[in-house]
């Protein structure tokens, strides 16, 4: 049903970390891994996928992580306005990601997990865009 776009939700990520590994360095980590793995300049698109199920959202549990998602997304916007990034790294020039609060999370069904593992030569468009973060 997500697939439709019709149901209001989004294909994510959930990642829990455990109590020692929250910190806001990892978090910061997490969020610059995130930009660098997918295309935030494409509003409800993910390379081929293309709907409101496929918008690159960060979904934030604290003020704290907001804050810090913010910042690196203007970190990573700087940098590209100033062309520091290798070229052709994402379709456009503006990051579209919306940072918000964290809700709840519905676990996809079986048949979605693992996709690649099941499909061996199925599509994805996830992959590393620059491999080092912009110095600013």
Not at 62 to 86: C, H, R
Request: hydrophobic letters at 35%; charged letters at 25%.
């Amino acid at each position: 049903q997500v697939c439709t776009g019709s149901t209001g939700h989004v294909e994510v990520l959930n990642i829990e970390l455990a109590p020692k590994f929250a910190t806001t360095e990892i978090f910061e980590d997490l969020m610059k891994f995130f930009f660098q793995f997918h295309d935030p300049t494409t509003l409800n698109r993910q390379g081929n996928d293309v709907g409101t199920q496929y918008a690159s959202m960060i979904f934030c549990t604290s003020e704290q992580q907001k804050e810090i998602a913010a910042n690196v997304k203007k970190q990573l916007q700087s940098a590209m306005d100033k062309g520091s990034l290798p070229r052709a790294v994402y379709q456009k020039k503006t990051i579209e990601t919306a940072i918000v609060d964290y809700t709840t999370f519905y676990e996809a069904h079986d048949e979605h997990q693992e996709y690649l593992f099941k499909n061996p030569n199925g599509y994805c468009n996830h992959r590393f865009r620059f491999h080092d973060w912009p110095e600013l």
